[in-house]
């Protein structure tokens, strides 16, 4: 696997889990999904693969999902999965998982969740979703599962907007402090063309374990609602 390198700080902030030093001087990321060729030309399923980069395009991150054939094929976007996010030197850094659950917005005993650990083994948040008959909504929980943000998402029915906002709140949804966003309309709009990306806006000192947790956040998100036979 080839990997365009860009030099990232060195390790070893105070409160800062090992490989996510660079998050801490960023307050938006690009999230391009890479189409394989078989998957694009014949339906084939494969495992996802995603390049994290900065504002400049630099690559910063690269995620790959490790799954099996047999779920992909059959359980499609619902399947569970697991996501390792490597750096630039191939090390993983942040280990995202997601367990088999139904989905459907008419049974709340079909919810689902997703945990982050950064590094692998260390959990540092979850994405829990919240029942809702018309919206997406999640919350974002710490590592001893106490919430600490909320995440919106459109109302049902927007696959014909130009571009899909999921707002990252406070708890008391009095303010809104950042977004996940399909299509997004930020920097570098001119080089992503296709219908394989997103932006993360966030502010430049939130938690860097919370900016792990909205990284996890947005793959979620890119399962739930934008993968072949989910979208709206």
Same mark, same amino acid.
């Not at 005993?109 to 029942?131: I, R, S």
């Not at 590592?143 to 109302?155: D, I, Q």
């Not at 708890?171 to 394989?196: C, H, N, P, Y």
């Given at each position: 696997?080839?990997?365009?390198?860009?030099?990232?700080?060195?390790?070893?902030?105070?409160?800062?889990?090992?490989?996510?030093?660079?998050?801490?001087?960023?307050?938006?990321?690009?999230?391009?999904?890479?189409?394989?060729?078989?998957?694009?030309?014949?339906?084939?399923?494969?495992?996802?693969?995603?390049?994290?980069?900065?504002?400049?395009?630099?690559?910063?991150?690269?995620?790959?999902? /490790?799954?099996?054939?047999?779920?992909?094929?059959?359980?499609?976007?619902?399947?569970?999965?697991?996501?390792?996010?490597?750096?630039?030197?191939?090390? /993983?850094?942040?280990?995202?998982?997601?367990?088999?659950?139904?989905?459907?917005?008419?049974?709340?005993?079909?919810?689902?969740?997703?945990?982050?650990?950064?590094?692998?083994?260390?959990?540092?948040?979850?994405?829990?979703?919240?029942? %809702?008959?018309?919206?997406?909504?999640?919350?974002?929980?710490?590592? %001893?599962?106490?919430?600490?943000?909320?995440? %919106?998402?459109?109302?049902?029915?927007?696959?014909?907007?130009?571009?899909?906002?999921?707002?990252?709140?406070?708890?008391?949804?009095?303010?809104?402090?950042?977004?996940?966003?399909?299509?997004?309309?930020?920097?570098?709009?001119?080089?992503?063309?296709?219908?394989?990306?997103?932006?993360?806006?966030?502010?430049?000192?939130?938690?860097?374990?919370?900016?792990?947790?909205?990284?996890?956040?947005?793959?979620?998100?890119?399962?739930?609602?934008?993968?072949?036979?989910?979208?709206?």
């Amino acid at each position: 696997m080839e990997i365009n390198m860009y030099q990232v700080p060195n390790p070893g902030l105070p409160g800062c889990p090992p490989g996510l030093e660079y998050l801490t001087q960023v307050d938006q990321l690009l999230i391009k999904q890479k189409v394989e060729f078989i998957e694009a030309l014949a339906g084939f399923e494969s495992n996802n693969k995603y390049e994290v980069r900065n504002a400049m395009g630099q690559n910063v991150f690269y995620a790959v999902e /490790e799954n099996d054939c047999l779920s992909r094929q059959c359980c499609g976007p619902l399947r569970s999965f697991t996501i390792k996010v490597l750096d630039n030197f191939g090390q /993983e850094v942040i280990t995202v998982t997601r367990p088999l659950k139904c989905m459907s917005c008419f049974f709340p005993c079909c919810l689902q969740e997703l945990e982050v650990q950064a590094p692998p083994g260390n959990t540092v948040g979850y994405v829990v979703q919240q029942w %809702h008959p018309f919206s997406p909504k999640f919350i974002i929980e710490n590592e %001893h599962r106490e919430a600490v943000l909320r995440l %919106h998402g459109p109302f049902c029915g927007w696959s014909c907007l130009p571009d899909v906002d999921f707002e990252i709140v406070t708890m008391d949804e009095v303010d809104k402090i950042g977004k996940i966003s399909k299509q997004w309309t930020g920097l570098l709009r001119e080089a992503f063309t296709d219908a394989d990306n997103f932006g993360i806006q966030f502010p430049m000192d939130l938690d860097v374990k919370m900016k792990a947790v909205m990284i996890g956040a947005c793959f979620l998100i890119d399962f739930m609602f934008f993968e072949s036979g989910n979208q709206p």
